[in-house]
């Protein structure tokens, strides 16, 4: 009895390492059937797939295709609004000048000296943040104001300012004045002396000032703005 009876020798059996058969998934070889036809023997049984010829029952799994990714877009930002640029004071002052020099505006010719002396003065009693929010670029300061932009800009504060520009910058607005009066024949040349004596000191300065800001109904409006011009002219017959 035993394992020597049957032939075998027991020391080869123990050392040997076990063989484990291949893994392959049930299937039905083909020309066979599963046995689920014709009697009730696996009839419940599910019915096998058939091996692929050569009784290769491995199966293959196809590789997933390559996937590829597509980043969104980046979406267009709003850009930020630009501060408008500053009005160019260079080219206020430029052109109040070149409107200034040999105009005779009140009966006062300015040369050119004497209008970039006053100029600059002008356009800082105006400010060129008003006249560029009113409208008002540089160009329009060439005397051609049909909307009366300028006009409407002048107030009493600012006409104060630019009159003390005329005399600070040498203009003898008194002389200037009557010699104005005297060349449109409304006083005579050899009153022009007598009258700028006879006139109290700042008269024409307060007649410019209510002229600038107010115009011609300024000074119809101004109760005694006349008087002085008045008795002067009784003083000089």
Same mark, same amino acid.
Request: glycine share 12%; aromatic share 2%; proline share 10%.
């Given at each position: 009895p035993g394992g020597a009876a049957c032939g075998v020798d027991s020391s080869d059996t123990d050392d040997a390492a076990p063989v484990v058969p291949p893994t392959t998934a049930p299937c039905t070889p083909p020309g066979e059937s599963d046995g689920s036809t014709g009697g009730a023997v696996g009839a419940d049984d599910d019915e096998l797939p058939p091996c692929d010829e050569g009784g290769d029952t491995s199966t293959t799994t196809e590789a997933d295709e390559p996937t590829t990714t597509t980043e969104p877009e980046d979406e267009p930002t709003e850009e930020e609004p630009t501060e408008d640029a500053p009005p160019d004071e260079d080219a206020y002052v430029e052109s109040m000048v070149a409107a200034l020099e040999g105009r005779e505006d009140f009966g006062l010719p300015m040369d050119r000296e004497q209008a970039e002396c006053i100029g600059p003065r002008w356009i800082d009693a105006l400010g060129v943040e008003r006249m560029a929010e009113a409208g008002l670029d540089p160009e329009g300061l060439d005397g051609e104001d049909p909307d009366g932009v300028f006009d409407e800009l002048v107030g009493r504060p600012e006409a104060s300012d630019m009159v003390d520009a005329l005399t600070d910058c040498g203009l003898d607005l008194e002389r200037a004045f009557f010699e104005g009066l &005297? +060349? =449109?024949? &409304? @006083?005579? $040349? +050899?009153? #022009? +002396?007598?009258?700028?004596?006879a006139l *109290? =000191?700042?008269? /024409?300065?307060? @007649?410019? #000032? /209510?002229s600038l800001a107010d115009g011609e109904e300024g000074l119809d409006a101004e109760p005694g703005l006349g008087d *002085?011009?008045?008795? $002067?002219?009784? $003083?000089? *017959?």
């Amino acid at each position: 009895p035993g394992g020597a009876a049957c032939g075998v020798d027991s020391s080869d059996t123990d050392d040997a390492a076990p063989v484990v058969p291949p893994t392959t998934a049930p299937c039905t070889p083909p020309g066979e059937s599963d046995g689920s036809t014709g009697g009730a023997v696996g009839a419940d049984d599910d019915e096998l797939p058939p091996c692929d010829e050569g009784g290769d029952t491995s199966t293959t799994t196809e590789a997933d295709e390559p996937t590829t990714t597509t980043e969104p877009e980046d979406e267009p930002t709003e850009e930020e609004p630009t501060e408008d640029a500053p009005p160019d004071e260079d080219a206020y002052v430029e052109s109040m000048v070149a409107a200034l020099e040999g105009r005779e505006d009140f009966g006062l010719p300015m040369d050119r000296e004497q209008a970039e002396c006053i100029g600059p003065r002008w356009i800082d009693a105006l400010g060129v943040e008003r006249m560029a929010e009113a409208g008002l670029d540089p160009e329009g300061l060439d005397g051609e104001d049909p909307d009366g932009v300028f006009d409407e800009l002048v107030g009493r504060p600012e006409a104060s300012d630019m009159v003390d520009a005329l005399t600070d910058c040498g203009l003898d607005l008194e002389r200037a004045f009557f010699e104005g009066l &005297s +060349d =449109d024949g &409304s @006083i005579r $040349a +050899d009153q #022009v +002396d007598c009258l700028v004596d006879a006139l *109290p =000191d700042g008269t /024409v300065e307060q @007649i410019l #000032v /209510v002229s600038l800001a107010d115009g011609e109904e300024g000074l119809d409006a101004e109760p005694g703005l006349g008087d *002085p011009l008045t008795e $002067a002219a009784a $003083a000089c *017959p």
